[in-house]
């Protein structure tokens, strides 16, 4: 069975502050995905990584996937309260057309 | 905006009756998908399709069907509504990928089912 574990599953933290959030498997993946869940809403995509030990910048969201390519990482620098959400990684697969997802970080940024 | 529409957003039905929700697109999308949402368990696959007529089961398939008789339709059916299947429901499609680049998938907002 594929498994990716995210953590904190929940983190409230205040405005300014910096974190990271995680996501890992035993598993090797060929991409991971991050969303950003915003209550009564879908999921939104923020990034794709496909490259082990690649990292990308979105304004002060920084992800980077493993070397291995089975672990993620995703860190906000001085978090602001539109950060607030539900954080998701998905892993995907060369072999099929199905994403493997993490149970997902709550994170409130709290004025 | 994806184009996807969920129907209905909310219902309230009783254990035993069925139960069919409904997922459109305006973007002739090959594949759409249904999840379900529970805390703790992140998306979880129900169903999915690869065109129309084309489908395959999710991890967690049981008490479901689906059926896609149009490229633009795709429904998600409990023949009998259970409480543990009540959940939040999402649809999704699949936007067009690149090489080793898979598509980035796009959600409708959500269909809110709670079985008594």
């Known amino acids: 069975t594929q498994l990716l574990e995210q953590s904190p599953q929940f983190l409230s933290i205040q405005e300014g502050e910096n974190l990271t959030v995680y996501c890992n498997s035993s598993?090797?993946?060929?991409?991971l995905q991050w969303y950003r869940q915003e209550p009564g809403e879908g999921p939104v995509l923020l990034v794709t990584v496909v490259t082990g030990g690649e990292v990308k910048k979105l304004k002060r969201l920084t992800f980077q996937f493993g070397d291995a390519r089975k672990d993620s990482s995703l860190h906000i620098t001085a978090a602001q309260p539109g950060d607030t959400g539900l954080y998701l990684c998905?892993?995907?697969?060369?072999?099929?057309?199905?994403?493997?997802w993490g149970a997902g970080t709550k994170l409130i940024i709290k004025p | 905006d994806a184009g996807i529409t969920q129907s209905p957003r909310h219902k309230v039905t009783e254990t035993g009756t069925p139960v069919t929700l409904r997922c459109h697109q305006t973007?002739?999308?090959?594949?759409m998908y249904w999840y379900r949402q529970d805390p703790g368990h992140g998306l979880r696959l129900i169903h999915y399709?690869?065109?129309?007529?084309?489908?395959d089961k999710g991890e967690v398939s049981d008490g479901y069907s689906v059926s896609r008789s149009k490229t633009e339709d795709f429904l998600l059916t409990l023949e009998s509504a259970t409480s543990s299947q009540t959940s939040v429901y999402f649809c999704?499609?699949?936007?067009?990928?690149?090489?080793?680049?898979?598509?980035?998938?796009?959600f409708g907002e959500g269909s809110r089912l709670t079985v008594l």
């Open positions: 598993s090797v993946f060929s991409s």
């Open positions: 399709s690869y065109g129309v007529k084309d489908t």
């Open positions: 999704a499609i699949k936007g067009q990928g690149a090489r080793r680049i898979p598509g980035e998938l796009f």
């Open positions: 998905a892993g995907g697969m060369d072999s099929n057309y199905q994403l493997i």
């Open positions: 973007e002739n999308h090959r594949y």
